[in-house]
């Protein structure tokens, strides 16, 4: 079976910067692992139909300033791609930068964080759903070379309760890539036991795109620039045995996000977003070290978008950035599908993985020589099948539930440098999708 389209992502560059590609050849990751104390460096290549053929660095940073706070740094480029820009064959290159500085502890206080991310990229040859209702085409899309900028700032607060009480920052003692003493963790009554957490984030994100001339070949006005900023009020709770990698326990996150319109926004627009995940740790098998039934839900909902009302030709009024709002494809949800292939004003979406950690591990084991298995920072393989169902629809009602999208697919992880890293690959109706990402997908 052919891969219609494979995208890649610096393993380290969390889900902010991503790569759409039609028909692939192939795909280098990590030919490096340089790691000296809590500093983990990390090469990496690509090619892509998207991007190009390039490659990069990444760097880890474990305990930067403070034992719970991590630092990622990522600068990636490639060659020359030929594209067509509004009729006219040129060439582009795919080129960016990526930083992420998780868990800041604020001086004078125990429960007050501090994280932020932020990058700049242009990616040579994106793809752009305008028309992105359930019913639509995959064939409506706009490729494109843009630039994507992005710059965060979240602010939290854990709350005295439960664990928050004595272990705000969320420090734990890891062994071969498992937990130690959390045997009596995950699961417990909401807010009494578990970690919670409220806070709010500043975000601003700027997208040009170059080709916008007969955009879909209809003759559309897309917008050459889409600049969005504004705020995020959040509230997360976190019930299980290991954040990074649960096992048992249950997790639930509620968002509101808003663009006032303001501050060169293109317009203003606002939604709604829950989350769940439920964790069952099952029996193991003589060839595996860990298995756990993973279960995941989502739903979103836009106050703001007018499905009658145009703020230009094929952009409704008020509606979310294409990358914004209840929307499915991608690396998180319906990975069968290309990134943001659906949104509307609604959304649902569910998933299940089974996750099985091998007992097999050819870096720890010493295939690969003495100097692999003290260097090399995986500390463990896992396999995971998974399946997920999801929809977009103009209102948030029962025919969210009915005609739904579906794909499934095969994951390969590992936990490379205490992050899990995962290879995704996922089937739908449109093709089959490959993803190269850090952390699983319940954690975004």
Request: hydrophobic share 40%.
């Amino acid at each position: 079976m052919q891969i219609k389209k494979l995208s890649y992502i610096s393993l380290l560059a969390s889900s902010l910067v991503v790569a759409e590609s039609t028909n692939s050849s192939s795909l280098l990751t990590d030919i490096l692992f340089y790691r000296e104390d809590n500093l983990i460096l990390l090469p990496f290549a690509y090619s892509s139909e998207s991007m190009g053929t390039g490659g990069g660095m990444a760097a880890i940073v474990q305990g930067f300033l403070q034992p719970q706070t991590t630092l990622i740094l990522s600068a990636f480029g490639g060659l020359k791609k030929d594209v067509v820009i509004n009729g006219t064959k040129e060439s582009e290159y795919t080129r960016g930068g990526f930083y992420y500085l998780d868990n800041v502890r604020i001086p004078g206080s125990e429960r007050f964080f501090f994280s932020s991310y932020g990058y700049l990229t242009t990616i040579a040859e994106q793809n752009f759903y305008f028309d992105s209702t359930h019913e639509s085409s995959d064939k409506d899309v706009l490729n494109s070379p843009a630039t994507n900028n992005m710059l965060t700032g979240t602010f939290s607060y854990v709350l005295p309760w439960g664990e928050g009480i004595d272990n705000p920052g969320g420090l734990y003692e890891i062994k071969d890539g498992f937990v130690v003493g959390r045997e009596d963790a995950g699961g417990g009554m909401p807010f009494v036991t578990g970690r919670t957490s409220v806070g709010f984030t500043a975000f601003y994100h700027h997208q040009k795109i170059d080709n916008y001339i007969d955009a879909l070949g209809v003759g559309i006005d897309v917008p050459k620039e889409w600049n969005s900023t504004g705020l995020r009020v959040f509230m997360s709770h976190d019930n299980t045995d290991f954040d990074d990698n649960p096992s048992r326990g249950y997790s639930f996150f509620l968002q509101y996000s808003k663009d006032f319109g303001k501050y060169e926004s293109l317009q203003s627009w606002d939604f709604l977003e829950f989350k769940a995940s439920k964790y069952f740790e099952l029996d193991t098998f003589s060839f595996t070290r860990q298995n756990v039934l993973a279960l995941n839900f989502w739903t979103a909902y836009s106050f703001s978008w007018e499905n009658n009302n145009e703020y230009l030709p094929g952009i409704d009024a008020h509606r979310p950035p294409m990358w914004e709002g209840p929307r499915l494809g991608g690396f998180v949800r319906m990975r069968g599908y290309d990134a943001n292939r659906f949104a509307d004003k609604a959304a649902i979406y569910a998933t299940a993985e089974y996750r099985a950690v091998l007992d097999y591990n050819p870096i720890k084991d010493g295939t690969f020589g003495e100097w692999a298995a003290e260097n090399i920072p995986i500390d463990w393989f896992q396999v995971v099948g998974f399946v997920e169902a999801g929809r977009v629809h103009d209102r948030y009602n029962t025919e969210l539930l009915s005609d739904m999208k579906y794909d499934v697919g095969i994951s390969l992880r590992a936990l490379a440098a205490e992050l899990p890293v995962r290879i995704d690959v996922a089937y739908g109706d449109e093709g089959v999708e490959a993803w190269v990402m850090v952390r699983h997908p319940f954690d975004f």
